[in-house]
């Protein structure tokens, strides 16, 4: 089953939210979302990926059509991976219907259209 669009979240040490939509916006993301949350992982998870677990996280979402979200994803990966600083993961979800959200394609000036348009 194909979905038009997929909510990718991902999950990343504070302060590094705008690292995730950098790279996420280099391969066509508009926006996302940030939600403030607290990890909860064990001392035991810590010692089998090898890595401290900081209990504060930033929880990205990042909705996004379909054929964008292989790209994106990777990008994350090298951007704010577990071997990184951001310790972050990152998933997609399917999302099966999208509304409010506008069609962004810039006139000949560069500016977005006026009005709104369902994606």
Known sequence: ??????CIVCIV????SDAVMDAAREFGARGGTVI???GTASREAERFFGISIQPDK?????LVPHDLTD???HALYRAVGLKTPGQGIAFS???????GLSV???????????GNGDA
Do not use: C, W, Y
Not at 13 to 16: E, L, Q, S, V, Y
Not at 58 to 62: A, G, H, P, S, Y
């Open 1 to 6: 089953m194909t979905f038009s669009h997929e």
């Open 71 to 73: 790209k994106i994803l």
């Open 93 to 99: 979800l399917p999302v099966d219907q999208v509304v």
């Open 36 to 38: 403030h949350g607290r």
């Open 58 to 62: 930033e929880l990205v979402l990042i």
């Open 13 to 16: 040490n504070t302060g590094f």
């Open 104 to 114: 962004f394609s810039p006139d000949a000036s560069g500016e977005a259209p006026a």
